[in-house]
């Protein structure tokens, strides 16, 4: 009797093992961190934040809301009182319609964004121009973002380009996981230099990624975007990346005529 008590206890006692190492499987580390992640994913030494905006205008209004952003914005990025650059700005062709997306850069982070603000709200071209603006506008939202360290800072570009946003809603608490694999992907994806810029956001929707490609048409997109699957690691990435996202959007953009990224 003994004996098979004994035999008993040790087939259970295993059991108990395998069915913890058969759980621990699917138990994701987290490595104990002491540093917010904007501080471990973002670049340190330029310090620059970025805002996104995202208008719908009215399909009436959307010629005369482009004329009227192509007098104004320019003004702003040209003028050394405002330490602002327009990143770029664009029509959406393929996703929302009858929308505009602009990529402001504060270089100086959140004290040049305080100072921009505070500036234009005694420009009476800039006060006006928001008045007339919101006679065109259903609705708009912004976002204020960093950029990853591991991709390259956008930059002007010569046309004619078609832009991609892919727009990334992920799991709260999977941004490093996100960031660590993408910094091997962008590797692969700069041999054809279509990575423009790669931020996540700090105000706004939370948790959210934004990838800035840029093509030469529909097809080079098609093209390129295959091509990446013949490369040793990008079916790794997009392996793990996948279940870390809720909801993913991409919108096909045309650059305005004022826009720096053509």
Not at 52 to 74: G, M, R, S, T
Not at 95 to 105: C, I
Not at 196 to 218: E, R, T
Request: charged share 25%.
């Amino acid at each position: 009797m003994q004996n098979l008590a004994l035999q008993s206890r040790r087939v259970e006692k295993s059991r108990f093992r395998e069915d913890s190492w058969f759980k621990s499987l699917f138990v994701r580390k987290v490595d104990p961190r002491k540093d917010a992640h904007s501080h471990l994913l973002a670049k340190k030494e330029d310090n620059n934040l970025y805002k996104i905006q995202f208008h719908n205008v009215k399909p009436e209004c959307l010629d005369a809301y482009n004329e009227l952003c192509e007098d104004v914005l320019p003004s702003i990025h040209a003028d050394p009182e405002y330490p602002c650059e327009l990143v770029g700005t664009w029509n959406t062709w393929y996703g929302d319609q009858d929308q505009a997306v602009h990529l402001w850069r504060y270089r100086g982070g959140y004290p040049a964004l305080t100072e921009v603000m505070n500036k234009l709200r005694q420009n009476k071209e800039f006060t006006d121009y928001r008045k007339e603006r919101g006679k065109m506008l259903l609705s708009r939202r912004n976002q204020l973002l960093l950029e990853f360290s591991f991709w390259n800072e956008p930059v002007p570009r010569s046309g004619p380009n078609i832009y991609e946003l892919r727009s990334y809603q992920l799991r709260p608490g999977t941004m490093i996981e996100w960031g660590n694999y993408w910094a091997r992907a962008i590797e692969i994806r700069q041999q054809n230099h279509e990575a423009v810029g790669g931020f996540f956001s700090q105000i706004g929707s939370l948790y959210q990624v934004h990838h800035l490609w840029a093509y030469k048409d529909l097809q080079s997109r098609e093209d390129i975007r295959n091509a990446a699957w013949q490369r040793e690691g990008w079916d790794e990435v997009v392996y793990y990346t996948v279940p870390l996202i809720q909801h993913m959007e991409s919108r096909i953009m045309i650059p305005m005529k004022s826009s720096p990224t053509k």
